[in-house]
T-cell receptor, first 116, second 111 residues
C-alpha cells in the first residue's frame, strides 16, 4: 500500500515553455501532498505544501507564479513549471501522506526535468 | 532552506559490516523518518519513529528517536551489496506537516 506515482518520469523541454508534472496517490487519499526539488548529489528541498481544495503554501524563496501547484482532488496534485529556463532543470519529487497528520510520507519516483 | 545535520556524509564498508549514521538538529521534532534513495528514483521509507526514546527495527535496520527529540540514528547490521544507496533522515517540525531532510549519507558496500 501507500503507492505514489508521478508522470512523466522524464521530460525535456525548450526554454520558455511550460511543463506539467502529475503526482497521484494510487491506493490512498491524501489531503496534503508535498513537492520537493533535488539537485544532483544533494538533499531534498521542500518547495511547497499542496492542500486539496485550497492554495498551496510555498517555502521561502520559491516563486509561486513560477511553480504553479493545483491539488484538484484527494489523489492528484500537479506542479506546472511555467516559462521554464535551464536553471529550472532538476529532479522534482512529490510525496503524500495517507494520514491527516502527515506522519508518514510516501514519495513518488520523481520527474527529471531538463530545459534546453 | 532548512536541513538537518547528517553524518557521516559517505561511508565505504565491507560486506557484512555494521553501519551507523545519525542526524542532529537544534530543533525539536515530532516524528523522524528514515529513507533510502537509489539513483534516479524517489526515496523509499524504511522506518518511522513517533516517540522520544522509541527504538524500532525493520529487518536488519534499527533506528532510534533521541530522548531530546533533536536527534535520531539508523543502524544497518550485516550489510549486503544491495544496501548501497543514499540514506536520508527527515524530521517533522512541531506543529506542522512539513519535514526537513538531512544532508544524506552515501553508503557503498564492497563485496
Amino acid at each position: 500500500g501507500a503507492v505514489v506515482s508521478q508522470h512523466p518520469s522524464r521530460v525535456i523541454c525548450k526554454s520558455g515553455t511550460s511543463v506539467k508534472i502529475e503526482c497521484r496517490s494510487l491506493d490512498f487519499q491524501a489531503t496534503t501532498m508535498f513537492w520537493y526539488r533535488q539537485f544532483p548529489k544533494k538533499s531534498l528541498m521542500l518547495m511547497a505544501t499542496s492542500n486539496e481544495g485550497s492554495k498551496a503554501t510555498y517555502e521561502q524563496g520559491v516563486e509561486k507564479d513560477k511553480f504553479l501547484i493545483n491539488h484538484a482532488s484527494l489523489t492528484l496534485s500537479t506542479l506546472t513549471v511555467t516559462s521554464a529556463h535551464p536553471e529550472d532543470s532538476s529532479f522534482y519529487i512529490c510525496s503524500a501522506s495517507p494520514t491527516q497528520g502527515g506522519d508518514e510520507q510516501y514519495f513518488g519516483p520523481g520527474t527529471r526535468l531538463t530545459v534546453t | 532552506g532548512q536541513q538537518l545535520n547528517q553524518s557521516p556524509q559517505s561511508m565505504f564498508i565491507q560486506e557484512g559490516e555494521d553501519v551507523s549514521m545519525n542526524c542532529t538538529s537544534s530543533s525539536i521534532f515530532n516524528t523522524w523518518l528514515w529513507y533510502k534513495q537509489d539513483p534516479g528514483e524517489g526515496p523509499v521509507l524504511l522506518i518511522a519513529l513517533y516517540k522520544a526514546g522509541e527504538l524500532t527495527s525493520n529487518g536488519r535496520l534499527t533506528a532510534q528517536f533521541g530522548i531530546t527529540r533533536k536527534d535520531s540514528f539508523l543502524n544497518i547490521s550485516a550489510s549486503i551489496p544491495s544496501d548501497v544507496g543514499i540514506y536520508f533522515c527527515a524530521g517533522q517540525l512541531t506543529g506542522t506537516y512539513k519535514y526537513i531532510f538531512g544532508t544524506g549519507t552515501r553508503l557503498k558496500v564492497l563485496a
